[in-house]
C-alpha cells in the first residue's frame, strides 16, 4: 500500500506562483510513474503534469510554459511548479502513483493505483 500525501496548497493571485510538493511511502518510489491532476467543482478529473520512472515528462496544453513537474528520488517526492496561475487553474490538485512498470495511460486517471488527498489551490482574479 502506497500512501500519498500533498501539501503546498494555498490563495494566490493571479500572476503569481506555488510549488506542490508529493510525499509517497513506497520503499520503490524510484520505480513508479507519478502524475498531478486536478478537479475543480462540477468537472471531470483533469490530466496536468506526470513525469515516468524513466523520467519521461507529459504535460497538458493548459500548463505547458507555466507548469514544471520533477521528481527527487532520494527524497521519494514528486514536485510542480505552477508559475504564472490564472484564476482557471483553481481546483483540488491530485497527486497520484503508478506502481506497473509498463503499459499504463499517463494522462487518465485510470492509469494509476494510488491517490493522495488532494491540496486546494486557489487563484484569485
Known amino acids: 500500500q502506497v500512501q500519498l500525501v500533498e501539501s503546498g496548497g494555498g490563495l494566490v493571485q493571479a500572476g503569481g506562483s506555488l510549488r506542490l510538493s508529493c510525499a509517497a511511502s513506497g520503499r520503490t518510489f524510484s520505480t513508479y510513474t507519478m502524475g498531478w491532476f486536478r478537479q475543480a467543482p462540477g468537472k471531470e478529473r483533469e490530466f496536468v503534469a506526470a513525469i515516468s520512472w524513466r523520467r519521461n515528462i507529459y504535460y497538458a496544453d493548459s500548463v505547458k510554459g507555466r507548469f514544471t513537474i520533477s521528481r527527487d528520488d532520494a527524497k521519494n517526492t514528486v514536485y510542480l511548479q505552477m508559475n504564472s496561475l490564472k484564476p482557471e487553474d483553481t481546483a483540488v490538485y491530485y497527486c497520484?502513483?503508478?506502481?506497473?512498470?509498463?503499459?499504463?495511460?499517463?494522462?487518465?486517471?485510470?492509469?494509476?493505483?494510488?491517490w493522495g488527498q488532494g491540496t486546494q489551490v486557489t487563484v484569485s482574479s
Open positions: 497520484a502513483a503508478s506502481i506497473k512498470p509498463y503499459g499504463r495511460p499517463v494522462r487518465t486517471p485510470s492509469g494509476y493505483d494510488y
